[in-house]
T-cell receptor
Framework: GAVVSQHPSWVICKSGTSVKIECRSL??????MFWYRQFPKQSLMLMAT?????????EQGVEKDKFLINHASLTLSTLTVTSAHPEDSSFYIC????????????FGPGTRLTVL | AQTVTQSQPEMSVQEAETVTLSCTYD???????LFWYKQPPSRQMILVIR??????QNATENRFSVNFQKAAKSFSLKISDSQLGDAAMYFC??????????????FGTGTRLKVLA
């Protein structure tokens, strides 16, 4: 299979603090990982694309200094929400792409972030 | 820019009946894949079916099938013999490498499917 985990599954933090979310591909090496944000009853919005060992590519309108992405290995990518504010509260989903003929992404279970 | 339109925000279907969810997209790419994902209340994204754009034959996965019209850039999902467990949010997502060399999905706005017992 192709299993992707995320940790934590939910987190509550105070305004002004930073929060790190981990995304791991458990049984394959991911050439590329993606981070999405999903507001209630809305679609997934791509935030950034990260490749192992290189800087992430952010979508237009996403603040790279606010959402720090580190793709340190082929199985781990982290998203750090810096100086979080209530408007950063959302559901964050990561996915991993391992290449091959299907172009399929494998999704983590998501992380619910609540900023008080 | 690529756009994906799912014109039905919400659909209802009677259990055991058939329902079709529509999706149209706009892309300048020539080689791409199309995906339908299901997101149940758990919010875990689950792949329902995949279609290669270069294949004329429509993909089928058990009760799920697609009607892919490449020229019209239409990719609808048909669910036969609907079951209560099919109730979820469904997202259409064309994906593949762009001409700039990046790889990504573009998700549609979603269709919420309700299955009535």
């Amino acid at each position: 299979g192709a299993v992707v985990s995320q940790h934590p599954s939910w987190v509550i933090c105070k305004s002004g603090t930073s929060v790190k979310i981990e995304c791991r591909s458990l049984d394959f090496q991911a050439t590329t990982m993606f981070w999405y944000r999903q507001f209630p009853k809305q679609s997934l919005m791509l935030m950034a694309t990260s490749n192992e060992g290189s800087k992430a590519t952010y979508e237009q309108g996403v603040e790279k200094d606010k959402f720090l992405i580190n793709h340190a290995s082929l199985t781990l990518s982290t998203l750090t929400v810096t100086s979080a504010h209530p408007e950063d509260s959302s559901f964050y989903i990561c996915s991993s792409y391992k290449g091959g003929s299907t172009n399929e992404q494998f999704f983590g279970p998501g992380t619910r972030l609540t900023v008080l | 820019a690529q756009t994906v339109t799912q014109s039905q925000p919400e659909m209802s279907v009677q259990e055991a009946e058939t329902v079709t969810l529509s999706c149209t997209y706009d892309t300048s790419e020539s080689d791409y894949y199309l995906f339908w994902y299901k997101q149940p209340p758990s919010r875990q994204m689950i792949l329902v079916i995949r279609q290669e754009a270069y294949k004329q034959q429509n993909a089928t996965e058990n009760r799920f099938s697609v009607n892919f019209q490449k020229a019209a850039k239409s990719f609808s999902l048909k669910i036969s013999d609907s079951q209560l467990g099919d109730a979820a949010m469904y997202f259409c997502a064309p994906g593949g490498f762009t001409t700039s060399g990046t790889y990504k999905y573009i998700f549609g706005t979603g269709t919420r499917l309700k299955v009535l017992a």
